[in-house]
Structures are given as C-alpha cells and as structure tokens.
C-alpha cells in the first residue's frame, strides 16, 4: 500500500514518538506529585501511618482496574482515543483529590488517587503505543525514549510541591495540595495533545498492516511465543513490585529519620523538601537512562537486560538494609531502585511485544500492564505494615523475593532461534 511504504511508516512512527513523548512530560507532573504527596496525605487524614501505603496501593490498584478494558477499547478505537479517555479520568481524580483534603475525608482521597491510577493506565500503554509501528531493530529504543520522557514531567511533580505548597496557601488550599494544580493544568494540555495531534493513529494501522503479510513484515515476525511473552509479563510485575512497595513507605521512613534527628523542630515544610529532593531523584533514575537500556535491549537482548535490572535492583535493596539510618543512604538507594526498574521494564516491555504477534499485542500488554499494577498494589497496601512491623530494612528484605523469582524463572525468557529481530 503507498501510503504506508518503509520511508512513509519510519517518518509516521518518528512524529508519533514525539507525540508520545511531549504527552508523557505532561502526563508524568500528575504521578509524580501523587507519588510523593499521596502517602502523606493519606497519613494525615488517616491519622495512621500503617494506612499510608493505601494511597500507593490506590494509585496501582485504579491502574490494574483500568489496564485491560483500556487495551481492548485501544484494540477497537485506537491508542489516540484510549489516551485521552485516561487523561480525563486523572482530571477528574485531581480534582477529587483537592476536595477530599479540604474536607478532610480519607476515603474520598482514595477514590481521587484510584482515578488518578485509571489515567497512569494510559500513560504506561504510551509505551507500547510506541512499539506498535517501530521495525524490531528500533523497538526497544523507541519505547525506551518515550519512557524516558517521563522524566521531566516525574522529576517536575516532586520537585513543583514547595513551590506548589507556596501558592496553594496563598489561594487557601489544603496542605499538601498546591501541587496538583500544576498537575490540572498538564493534564489537560496532554488530553488536548493526544486528541488532535496523534495521527494516524499507531495501533490502528498496524492492525491494518497485519492484515496483509507483506506490509507486516517491518512490523516484525509473525510468530507467536506464548511462553516467553509470560515470563515477560511476570519479570516487569514483580520488578514494578519491588519499586512500588519500597518507594511507597520511603516518603514515611524520611519522616520519621527527620522526627528523631530534629524532634519538633523539623517543620512540614523541611520534610516536604526533603521527600520531593528524594522522589525527584528516584523518578530520574527510573527514566533517565531508560534510552541507554533500550539500546542495550537491542544490541545485547532483551533477557541480559532484564537480568541487569535484578542486579541492580539487588544492590538497592541491600544498601536500603544496611544504610536505611542515613538520608543519603536512603537515596543512593532509591536512585539504584529507579534504575533496576528502568532497565527490567523496559527489556521485558520489548520482550513481551516481540514474543507476540501483532494482533494479540493489545490484550497482553493489558494482561501485562494489570498485573504489574495489581502486584504493586498489593505491595505498596502490605508495605504499609511491614514497615510498622520490621522497619525500613526488613522492608527492603522481603522485596528481594520478587528479584530471586525473576532470576530463577529466566530460561523461560528465552527466544531460541537466531534472527536479528528476536534475539532474548
């Protein structure tokens, strides 16, 4: 077809990938200050640390909830569609948010961060958005660049709480919530976005493509490996797992390290800079080096790369037991934490979309995207009590399981068979 020849579909997925990316800067604000705001403000209006990892657990839950249905309504209606809708389910969330902290009701905070969860759905099928017209020699890559484009918008939203704290007195916001009117303003501009400017749509036209053998082929191979794609699905769940219940109940361990430094001295202020500084940092390194892990994906494979997350996710972990007393211990800490994610996710993201064919692509990648969320949540949920039980440190301990299953089920990751494109 003419319209979709080699020179026509690379320059198609190069305007998409910037779509993309620009969409996941705007989107990235609204996670990154729920993030580092909602288990504090869950504590809060709880009144219990134990009940803080609720708002984590909420956000992952509203994503695991919404991932499947959102990947077939992709399926019928394209990814432009799809990514909108999440846009303004995380509106609406925002909004909840704002009310449920002025009127000081904690189950409606979690409702808010539930939807706010429902839209992170769309932001995390932006990557696989980004593999649906990318040839297998670039797929990594090119999701990789739209992950690591939720830098800025990640790093942006902890860091935008001080100053967002700053204006939300001044207009008479609770506290805790300035931030979020960044997050309105961005999340609507990326609704905007996504609505006029993603087309033609990627998903769409590589079901199109798929239809006919010869325009698939740049697609990648048509064979389909169930095994493998479910390896890949169970590497990226509990790699999510290991990140989300760590850094649920970190934003907690820095509150009570700046408590028993400073007693009551230590002002709300003090503990929010500290804890945006800390989260800032970690979202860098879970998507600022995400491209580096993409390219490696491609050159060295999809599975060593999978494997180098566990190792540096190992060597998080053990520096969060023996160095959970220091501050910067904590975040040399979280930065590795961010990076074992990083490359984990984005190996077994390329993984799962090579090991399946075109057409169930969109149903796995939502099987994917639910159950990393729902592992997640239910870390982030029991991270909560083991903190209250074993501290920080048997906290970090019993993650390690999820990175010793991973490593041990590895040889189901493995494509054997020797062509460029599908290379483990």
């Known amino acids: 077809m003419s319209e979709f020849s080699p020179d026509r579909l690379a320059a198609v997925q190069r305007r998409t990938v910037r779509i993309l990316s620009l969409g996941q800067v705007l989107g990235g604000i609204a996670f990154g200050a729920t993030v580092s705001l909602g288990a504090l403000l869950a504590a809060d209006l709880s009144g219990s640390d134990a009940l803080s990892g609720l708002a984590t657990a909420s956000v992952t839950l509203g994503a695991a909830a919404f991932a499947i249905p959102l990947a077939r309504y992709a399926s019928g209606h394209g990814r432009r569609l ?3 809708v999440g846009n303004a389910l995380a509106l609406v969330g925002i909004a909840i948010v704002i009310l449920s902290a002025a009127l000081r009701i904690f189950p409606m905070l979690l409702v808010g961060v539930i939807l706010i969860g429902m839209g992170n759905a769309g932001n995390l099928q932006s990557r696989f958005a980004a593999t649906d ?11 990789s660049v739209v992950v690591w484009s939720t830098t800025v918008g990640g790093v942006s939203g902890p860091l935008l709480i001080t100053p967002g704290e700053i204006v939300g007195h001044a207009i008479g916001m609770p506290p805790f919530t300035g931030s979020f009117l960044f997050s309105l303003v961005a999340q609507v501009a990326a609704l905007i976005l996504y609505l006029v400017a993603l087309r033609p749509d990627p998903l769409l036209t590589a079901l199109h493509l798929a239809r006919n053998a010869a325009s698939a082929s740049p697609l990648g191979t048509g064979v ?13 769940a509990g790699s999510h797992a290991v990140m989300a219940s760590v850094m649920a109940m970190t934003p907690i361990h820095l509150k009570h390290m700046a408590m028993d430094m400073h007693g009551s001295m230590t002002s709300d202020t003090d503990i929010t800079l500290l804890v945006g500084i800390t989260i800032a ?10 491209p580096v892990f993409g390219i490696l994906s491609d050159r060295w494979g999809r599975l060593r790369v999978v494997l180098l997350g566990q190792g540096i996710l190992l060597a998080s972990l053990l520096t969060a037991v023996f160095a959970s007393g220091s501050a910067i211990g904590v975040v040399i ?6 990076l074992g994610w990083s490359a984990a996710t984005v190996a077994g993201a390329a993984l799962l979309t090579e090991s399946s064919t075109v057409i169930m692509r969109p149903r796995r990648q939502g099987i994917s995207d639910s159950l990393m969320s729902l592992t997640a949540a239910a870390g982030a949920a029991a991270a909560g009590w083991v903190l209250t039980e074993f501290g920080y440190p048997g906290l970090s301990i019993v993650a390690l399981v999820f990175v010793v299953a991973i490593v041990v089920l590895a040889p189901f990751g ?6 460029p ?3 483990a």
């Open 133 to 143: 017209l990318a040839s297998s020699e670039h797929r990594a890559r090119d999701l």
């Open 224 to 236: 389909d490996r169930p095994v493998v794609a479910r390896y890949a699905i169970f590497a990226v």
């Open 333 to 338: 800490a979280l930065i590795l934490l961010g």
């Open 421 to 423: 494109a599908s290379v």
């Open 82 to 84: 799809s990514l909108t």
């Open 414 to 419: 493995r494509i054997r068979d020797h062509t």
């Open 281 to 290: 940092l970690h979202v860098a390194g879970m998507y600022g080096l995400s």
